[in-house]
């Protein structure tokens, strides 16, 4: 039985260069792997975008209303990759969690765990729901310590209103933040 994998972190961790990777690796071996993004993430149109600027095109841009096995043709597949996986609903992790378990196909999933706000995405609270394996992926805040947070800027302000959805480079910008500078920075706390 095949697992579920859920990799996540906070912006600019290396997610989608790491998802390139594995993709790679499956095909360099001969086998088939099937690439799914949301429709929501407009960056890079049908293509996945690494900052590292590697992009490659997916097999499945996922629309929040489509059930998955409406759409996905599973023949001879080796390996399913989610890119943005925190713009999936519940409803469409619980397919995969089932394709997974039912197909034999393993299921990696790499997105943010959580929003500009500090809440859980929809997609990500389900996949820590049913994800066989957790793994954070690392990147820095510009303090120098490990970052946990993203953190929107409007204007060159951080902000912690707004709407949840709005993507990195197009609509907003994004930028990782440890614990203490999303306080100080995003909430605006200075002393407790």
């Given amino acids: 039985m095949s697992k579920i994998y859920f990799r996540y972190g906070a912006m600019n961790c ?6 390139l ?22 960056k890079g149109d049908k293509n996945i975008v690494s900052r590292l600027g590697i992009e490659r095109k997916v097999d499945i841009l996922l629309d929040s209303n ?3 096995k409406h759409v996905l043709k599973l023949d001879n597949i080796n390996c399913i990759l989610v890119d943005e996986v925190q713009f999936m609903t519940k409803e469409q992790i619980k397919e995969l969690w089932i394709i997974a378990k039912m197909k034999d196909i393993p299921v990696i999933c790499y997105g943010l765990k959580t929003n500009f706000k500090g809440k859980l995405f929809e997609g990500s609270k389900a ?30 302000k951080y902000v912690s209103v707004g709407e949840e959805v709005a993507i990195d480079g197009i609509d907003a910008k994004y930028e990782p933040l440890c614990g203490k500078c999303y306080i100080e920075n995003v909430l605006g706390i200075d002393s407790f």
């Fill in 127 to 156: 996949l820590l729901e049913v994800a066989d394996e957790l793994e954070e992926l690392i990147t820095i805040c510009k303090c120098g310590k490990r970052a946990k947070f993203n953190a929107r800027l409007e204007n060159g």
């Fill in 14 to 19: 290396g997610k989608t260069t790491a998802l």
């Fill in 66 to 68: 489509e059930k998955l």
């Fill in 21 to 42: 990777q594995v993709a790679h690796n499956y095909e360099e071996k001969g086998m088939k792997i099937l690439l799914i993004k949301p429709a929501v993430d407009k």
